[in-house]
């Protein structure tokens, strides 16, 4: 499995785990929620700051995050 979609593999981990739906998490970060699908999807190259809007949207420290990946 490639890193990017490891991370959105996780992203949508973690959202479902906090019972969150797409639209609500976007909206909580202040982002397109088609681009949070595109993110889920591994569509899109998230940059670093988007990736820790996400965290914090999650509330998940970013390198809590990739700890999770490298597991």
């Known amino acids: 499995m490639e890193l990017l979609e490891k991370i959105s593999t996780e992203i949508k981990r973690l959202r479902k785990q906090k019972g969150l739906s ?3 998490l976007a909206f909580k970060i202040d ?4 681009y949070a699908s595109l ?5 899109t ?24 990946i490298e597991e």
Do not use: A, T
């Open 22 to 24: 797409q639209e609500s």
């Open 31 to 34: 982002i397109d929620r088609k």
């Open 39 to 43: 993110i889920e999807k591994g569509n």
């Open 45 to 68: 190259n998230l940059s670093v700051n988007y990736l820790k809007k996400v965290c914090e949207g999650l509330d998940i420290k970013l390198s809590d995050f990739f700890k999770n």
